[in-house]
């Protein structure tokens, strides 16, 4: 039986402090390698941030993308995104040529060409390794080769012969690979020997990944900024982690999922939202105390401050939705790992902060999960207005042990979704922000800003007044998301054009200043 706290007992009690942030996923810089990379952008973004008087850069997963190019779908629970490398640190090695790199300048600099990039930086990245290999595996940073492949082999070596193979077999879905490879357990020595070479390249592709990635995040805390990161509550059915441990998994004997996840129809979708995802067998999972958990969480730990857990309520229940299946119609709630699990997290990481996205139509056991918890969840504007006077998420209602934004990366901008709002809607802003309508943007920012969430976190569109073709997401479609980039100079515009002065002292009146910041200047 599970032992719950005393009422106003929490597992976790870590948000104290009022702050500010910045949520913009890396694939948005801008730069000329045809997606935003780990490369100088990333300096002056932090540069900004700073300039701001923000505390926290929001990023959205940084896993491997697959198919629909989504970061919530990733080849890996661990892994990095080898598109985010910076290729140009590769030519200061001699690893690359600068007249190598040009195919990539060629691409739209403005959207991300995923098919263009796939064409373009694979071979580059292979072509890298190979000269890695014959310069002797020199170290990229702090960590040799050989001690990164040592510290991440639990997961980087599934991870790698994942890959190898996935490459060699035409990208196929690992269930429709040949019956010996269909389980990572099933990989013999001849398989190994026969794709060690693309192995060994996968793993420096991640190598290179983490290596960039703790250089960014030592910049980053020279300057007083944190990182938020973002944690999907379910993977991915053609992913390393389901090939590599299908026992947490309910799947067929066949290796496909015989039932997956997503949400039931509501106010916003008559269909309901089948996501495709396995469900885990939490069973299995309590059995050992949650130890694939606590180890993706430590991986996620390593890479980000703050953990965000996408869709929190899946904790205390799941839709699950047997196949096969045209839409989210016909499924069943079933009960999560509860308190459980959180209990067994706080036991491992007792000094964690984490962010529960609790966005929706919430159940009282949801709710009370998260009071148990004491995690803070998440607040959306955009959803405020239209209502009447009890709706959660307008600002008079807010929790203080909460995070605020104007809209999220599956919203549209603030511009956009005030242009595309009814009248009805639109009067409402307006009459409870006391505001004309004529810089909606600006308004919902200085609203965020005041409210008593203590942590409000804006979207970078929002920041640059953009309308609806800024949009990175929007659910439901299968096709165009993840593609926008910010422009060459709009950061630099952000500051020298008076923004980030307007947004530091919008901080200072609200009290979300960094103490150690006020007043200090930028890092040279």
Known sequence: MTSWPARGEKLFDWLSARSAGV??????????????????????FLDFLHAGGFSWWQVCPLGPTGFGDSPYQCFSAFAGNPYLVDLQDFVGRKLLTADELKPLARLDERLVDFGG???AKWPLLRLAY????????????????????????????????FRALKDSLGGRAWWEWPAPVRSYQGVGADQRSRLADEIDAHQFYQYAFYTQWATVRAEAQRRGIGIIGDLPIFVAADSADVWAKPELFELGRDGRPIAVAGVPPDYFSADGQLWGNPLYRWDIHA??????????????????????????????????????????????????????????????????????????????????????????????????????????????????????????????????????????????????????????????????????????????????????????????????????????????????????????????????????????????
């Open 130 to 161: 190979t000269r890695y290999r014959q310069a002797g595996f020199p170290d990229l940073g702090a960590e040799s080769f050989a001690d990164f492949k040592a510290a991440h082999a639990s997961w980087l070596d599934p991870y790698a012969c």
């Open 117 to 119: 990039l796939y064409e």
């Open 287 to 524: 059995a050992d105390g949650f130890a694939w958990w606590k180890e993706r969480l430590r991986s996620t730990f390593a890479l980000c401050d703050i953990v965000r857990i996408d869709h929190f309520r899946g904790f205390d229940s799941f839709w699950r939705i047997p196949l096969p299946a045209e839409n989210a119609k016909r499924g069943e709630w079933r009960p999560g790992p509860g308190l459980d699990f959180f209990r067994a997290v706080q036991g491992a990481f007792p000094a964690a902060r984490i962010i529960a996205e609790d966005l929706g139509m919430l159940t009282p056991s949801v709710e009370e999960l998260l009071r148990q918890t004491g995690l803070p969840g998440m607040a959306v504007l955009q959803f405020a207005f239209g209502g009447d006077a009890k709706n959660p998420y307008l600002p008079h209602n807010l929790r203080r042990n909460g995070v605020i934004y104007p809209g999220t990366h599956d919203n549209d901008t603030c511009l956009g979704w005030y242009a595309t709002a009814d009248e009805r809607t639109r009067d409402h802003v307006r009459r409870y922000l006391r505001i004309p309508g004529r810089e909606v943007g600006w308004d919902f920012i200085r609203a965020a800003y005041s409210a008593v969430s203590r942590i409000a976190v804006f979207p970078m569109q929002d920041l640059l007044s953009l309308g609806s073709a800024a949009r990175l997401n929007a659910p439901g479609t299968p096709q165009g998301n993840w593609r926008w980039r910010l422009a060459p100079g709009d950061i630099e515009g952000l500051t020298t054009g008076g923004a980030a002065a307007y947004l530091a002292s919008l901080a200072d009146l609200s009290g979300r200043s960094p103490p150690a910041a006020k007043g200090a200047p930028a890092p040279a």
């Open 23 to 44: 949520l913009l996923h890396p694939t948005s810089l801008p730069g000329p390698q045809g997606i935003g990379t780990l490369d100088g952008s990333v300096v002056q």
